[in-house]
């Protein structure tokens, strides 16, 4: 039975990562992987047969490229489409993310929103799309046009097992996406919506505003991936970090965030190399921050394109283990106890010419560390010397003091147990 997953790419910088998504599924198409069901993530047309992405991508109208040429075919030769997309031509940049679609996929014109009034410029100071409440306003100005994407695109689904979502935090769009994610959490309120907040050198208050509304109001698994300068990779690690053999990403989102701790941290290391020396060798000597966990509530790793012979090293040892996902597990438990869930798995065959690990890790101290630090960063800031632009567009004292609050209640659910 089909579990459709569908994505959103709320931004420029998520486009610039999930179009990596796109691209990958080609690759896994070629290469016939058996861990995956298209029909998971694509419609297709019963007559040609070719897949359409189940996905709404909304970004800045000059970020499309040829993909909005499409779009204006396809509203003057589908009179019944009840899209409203007002065209005006302006110069494309030449570096976006539309130029970087590899994949056969045809995108269906609702599956794609250009803002109305705000184009990109890669000059940051001439971005105008650039604080949360702006955001919020956007979701209700475009309400009917995106409520009506997302029920097209949750139509075409018979049993859905969750969204996966990629916003921009360092924007407005941080503050569109989660009058999306309310909305979605009213429409489907058991599937989960994994969001991934993505981008370089973030507004802090953007970040924080759409954290404390992802954890608090929707209580959503979480994530922040301002840390990965390559999008490709990011892209990658976001993929494979939700794949599973065994479970689907609304029982993995139970398994990882008990007691309503939703907020996780995505590690990586793309390409992994062994460098002559086995799986095991590497886990006892490893210094990175794939493994180094301090106070691990849950984790999920994948690993792939690791060959049982790299495993360990059989005149040494007398390991009971068939795949790297077995020997994973049993390191961990061994490390940390058995109390603590491990979901890894793992499949054999490289991806494009390399292997990878990626893992969801549900830890306290990181929590704890992460909120700590952004605490002492607003503790310093001053309402009243926030830009005009704040003042300006429905963001009070009020709404600042609950922020705070918010931030504070986030900071002690992760409070550590110093008796422990």
């Not at 861990?35 to 189940?54: A, E, G, Q």
Request: with cysteine; glycine share 2%.
């Amino acid at each position: 039975m089909v579990r459709e997953i569908v994505t959103l790419q709320i931004g420029n910088e998520a486009n610039n990562v999930g179009v990596h998504f796109w691209n990958q599924l080609d690759i896994e198409q070629t290469h016939n992987n058996p861990l995956i069901d298209y029909n998971t993530y694509y419609t297709f047309n019963k007559k040609t047969n070719v897949p359409s992405p189940r996905a709404l991508i909304i970004d800045y109208r000059n970020t499309f490229g040829y993909l909005l040429d499409e779009i204006e075919t396809s509203l003057h030769t589908n009179k019944n489409d009840d899209s409203s997309i007002e065209i005006i031509k302006r110069p494309t940049e030449s570096n976006v993310w539309s130029n970087k679609l590899k994949t056969k996929a045809k995108f269906h014109p609702k599956s794609l929103i250009p803002l109305t009034d705000y184009w990109y410029s890669p000059v940051k100071e001439e971005n105008q799309f650039d604080i949360y409440p702006i955001g919020q306003q956007i979701y209700k100005k475009m309400s009917d046009q995106i409520e009506n994407s997302l029920h097209y695109l949750l139509e075409s689904c018979d049993t859905l097992q969750s969204f996966r979502c990629l916003y921009d935090v360092n924007n407005s769009f941080s503050g569109l996406f989660t009058s999306i994610q309310d909305y979605l959490h009213d429409e489907c309120p058991k599937q989960p919506i994994w969001s991934f907040g993505v981008g370089n050198e973030p507004s802090e208050l953007n970040l924080i505003l759409s954290l404390i509304h992802s954890l608090n109001e929707n209580q959503m698994p979480t994530l922040k991936c301002s840390n990965y300068d390559d999008t490709y990779k990011l892209g990658l690690a976001i993929q494979h970090s939700l794949l599973s053999t065994t479970l689907t990403q609304d029982i993995l989102v139970d398994r990882l965030c008990p007691m309503k701790k939703n907020f996780l941290n995505l590690v990586s290391t793309i390409p992994f190399e062994l460098k002559h020396k086995t799986l095991y060798h590497y886990l006892e000597n490893s210094t990175d921050n794939v493994f180094q966990l301090t106070k691990p509530i849950a984790c999920h790793y994948f690993l792939r394109g690791i060959d049982r012979n790299e495993l360990y090293n059989q005149s040494l040892y007398k390991l009971n283990v068939e795949t790297s996902a077995d020997l994973i597990e049993i390191y961990l438990r061994e490390q940390y106890g058995s109390k603590m869930f491990v979901s890894s798995d793992s499949w054999v065959e490289k991806y494009d010419h390399m292997s990878l690990i990626t893992g969801l890790i549900n830890d306290d101290n990181y929590s704890f560390d992460y909120f700590n630090n952004l605490l002492n960063k607003m503790k310093k800031m001053n309402y009243k010397l926030l830009s005009k632009r704040w003042h300006e567009n429905d963001f009070d004292e009020q709404m600042f003091e609950q922020m705070m609050n918010d931030l504070n209640s986030l900071h002690e659910q992760y409070q550590l147990n110093t008796s422990e």
